[in-house]
């Protein structure tokens, strides 16, 4: 399985990026967003089912929105009022099974896991 996830630059505070992750190698069921900060460590961001059901982390909700085209197999991360608390790698996590949704967030719970894409938000 490789995840490939692109989108990743430098944007000003207030911007947005698109993230694209896209998936090959095998059926994949559940999906997540996770970043990690200089210096801390990774968290969640986001998650989504590919037969439906997100989560979102408390600071993603209403900027954030993840979702989802089964029929290329790739993962969207649409971030809108980009903060400089953004600024981190963001890494792809997938699994083929169908997690429930209360355990999205859990990194654990993922099998494979991209390389990360770097988002940068300037002041």
């Known amino acids: 399985v490789q995840l490939q996830a692109s989108g990743g630059g430098l944007v000003q505070s207030g911007g947005s990026l698109r993230l694209s992750c896209a998936a090959s190698g095998r059926t994949l069921s559940t999906f997540g967003w996770f970043r990690q900060a200089p210096g801390k460590e990774r968290e969640f961001v986001a998650g989504?089912?590919?037969?439906?059901?997100?989560m979102r982390a408390d600071s993603a909700k209403g900027r954030f929105t993840i979702s989802i085209n089964n029929d290329k197999n790739t993962v969207y991360l649409e971030m809108n009022s980009l903060k400089q608390e953004g600024t981190a790698v963001y890494y792809c996590a997938a699994d083929s099974r169908r997690l429930i949704l209360s355990s999205l967030d859990r990194e654990n719970e993922y099998s494979y896991w991209g390389r990360g894409t770097q988002v940068t938000v300037s002041s």
């Open positions: 989504i089912r590919a037969r439906g059901g997100t």
